[in-house]
């Protein structure tokens, strides 16, 4: 199915849906069951040794101040809910050593419902700072070197019908545009359309059941030479139940591709295994033979009150376009506290606050380390693993994540890649962030992250590594009011750039919750 659309009509007409929606949605305040409206401001002030992080012979000592307004959101109502958070980093070098930047990002999320058990419609406008790529020196997150925007907008309407108690019926459209803006020629080319459609048909194993379903994704980016990539499966599962937690699946269907001048096609076979002995405990495995070899998803998560743990595997064709913009499950602090907090806190609201309180009070990041999406205009292929835990105490908190990703780019027999246009890559990395209370007003915290990147084929010659040691202090002057402070070390490397490179920075800030 070709993209008869032009990519600039598509972006209007998504983004101008996405807009619509959310108006929508502001226009039933007055009925919301629950609307919470929490705005906030940042300031932080960071002097560095290296403010560029360039080698020691060319280092220069800058004072670099944040400011971050904020607000968070929370509206529901009888047919939709409405969450996001809107910020922006505005960043200055007073010592003039590099440009002010100006940095959105944020989340806004619409679910509504128009026709009542049948037709949904979900919505999302999203902008993150992201790194240009991984084979550069990675920014700390308070000075800002080697960093871009990526926006995204997402229209999704659906079908979700239940036939009967045991079977049901979806369809779903998801129409997504990215758009990517930094200091690299490729995050400034990397604009695209991605989308996938999908329908599926669920019998509820009782304890005999089945599942057919078709996906259909097809990326395009805002570039005359790039054609569009196309992946499109079909499945027929059987499924049997032996017990009520567990569900057992035999697949079978057809893959197909068509990327630069491949067009293939291959017979689908697998098996798959859910298994969910509580709401808080879930693992889900499928393995599949897949036309670029043996593929595989598998997720464990698993939640109790004060602990949140999730670990995933994953070998998969993919895009870049269809991963930008998108956090990697696990890496979303706000998230993993939400879980530990749902079984003591049930309204959405209050939790909300919750989460948000915590967080500052006790100096944890917004976000784990995870790998930095890697550009290329063909499908890649993907491998990967990930375990992400938080554990919060009465005095104590830890946070880990540990991450490895492979990403090579599916080429044909004739096909050559561009060095630093080609995904061929591993990336590894851990986090882990350690904090205690001291007082009721006061917490410390230390944190160790690490992140080595080696290139594969075209990219041999490339490797990068990063590793920063934190340690920091909050203090509470009053509940909508933190003061923080922290010093930092952090070394790094780098073949593109050929550097090699120390800093030690040492940054004040202070939080206010209006």
């Known amino acids: 199915m070709a993209i008869t ?39 932080t002030a960071t002097t560095s040794s290296n403010a560029g992080m360039q080698a020691s012979g060319n280092a220069t000592m800058d004072t670099v101040v944040t400011v971050t307004p904020q607000v968070q959101l929370l509206g529901t109502g009888p047919d939709y809910r409405l969450t996001g958070t809107l910020a922006a980093d505005m960043v200055v070098y007073l010592g003039r050593s590099r440009t002010d930047l100006f940095l959105p990002r944020g989340q806004l999320v619409l679910s509504s419902r128009l026709l009542d058990r049948l037709l949904f419609v979900d919505a999302e406008l999203g902008a993150d700072t992201t790194s240009s790529t991984p084979f550069d020196l990675l920014s700390d997150g308070a000075t800002f070197y080697n960093v871009g925007t990526t926006t995204r907008e997402r229209f999704s309407p659906y079908i979700d019908r239940e036939l009967s108690p045991s079977s049901r019926i979806t369809a779903r459209t998801d129409h997504v545009l990215t758009q990517g803006r930094g200091t690299s020629t490729i995050a400034n080319n990397a604009d695209a ?232 890559a591993t990336q590894r990395g851990a986090t882990l962030g350690l904090s205690r209370r001291l007082t009721p007003d006061m917490s410390a915290d230390l944190t160790f992250t690490h992140t080595k990147t080696d290139g594969l084929g075209p990219n041999v010659a490339l490797h990068s590594s990063n590793s920063v040691v934190r340690l920091g202090a909050t203090h509470s002057l009053s509940p909508r009011t933190t003061l923080s402070g922290a010093v930092r070390h952090q070394t790094g490397s780098s073949t593109l750039i050929g550097v090699k490179a120390t800093e030690s920075a040492i940054s004040v800030g202070m939080l206010h919750r209006f």
Do not use: C
Not at 16 to 33: C, F, K, P, W
């Open 5 to 43: 659309t032009p990519l600039e009509l598509t972006r209007t007409g998504v983004a101008a849906a996405v807009l619509l929606l959310a108006g929508l949605a502001v226009q039933g305040v007055a009925q919301a069951q629950a609307w919470r409206i929490a705005p906030a401001v940042k300031a």
């Open 193 to 424: 359309y991605v989308q996938t459609h999908s329908a599926r048909y669920d019998l509820r194993p009782e304890p005999a059941g089945l599942r057919g379903e078709w996906n259909y994704q097809n990326t395009s980016y805002n570039d005359s030479t790039a054609g569009g990539l196309t992946l499109q499966t079909a499945r027929l599962s059987a499924l049997y139940a032996p017990d009520p937690t567990l569900t057992l699946g035999l697949t079978g269907g057809r893959d197909a591709a068509s990327y630069t001048t491949n067009n293939v096609s291959e017979t689908l076979r697998g098996v798959s295994m859910r298994w969910a002995p509580s709401e808080r405990t879930v693992f889900d495995a499928l393995v599949e033979k897949r036309f670029f070899g043996t593929g595989w998803t598998v997720n464990f998560t698993h939640r109790s009150p004060f602990m949140a743990v999730s670990t995933g595997l994953v070998r998969q064709a993919t895009t870049y376009a269809a991963r930008l913009g998108v956090l990697q499950a696990g890496g979303d602090v706000a998230t993993l506290v939400d879980s530990i907090l749902q079984t003591r806190i049930q309204d959405p609201a209050l939790r909300q606050i919750a989460v948000q309180d915590l967080i500052a009070k006790r100096g944890l990041p917004n976000t784990l380390t995870g790998p930095v999406d890697l550009f290329s205009r063909t499908v890649q292929l993907q491998q990967g693993a990930n375990v992400t835990m938080a554990l919060i105490g009465v005095r104590h908190t830890v946070t880990l994540r540990i991450f490895q990703t492979r990403t090579e780019d599916l080429r044909g027999p004739t096909e050559n890649s561009v060095i630093g246009l080609a995904s061929d």
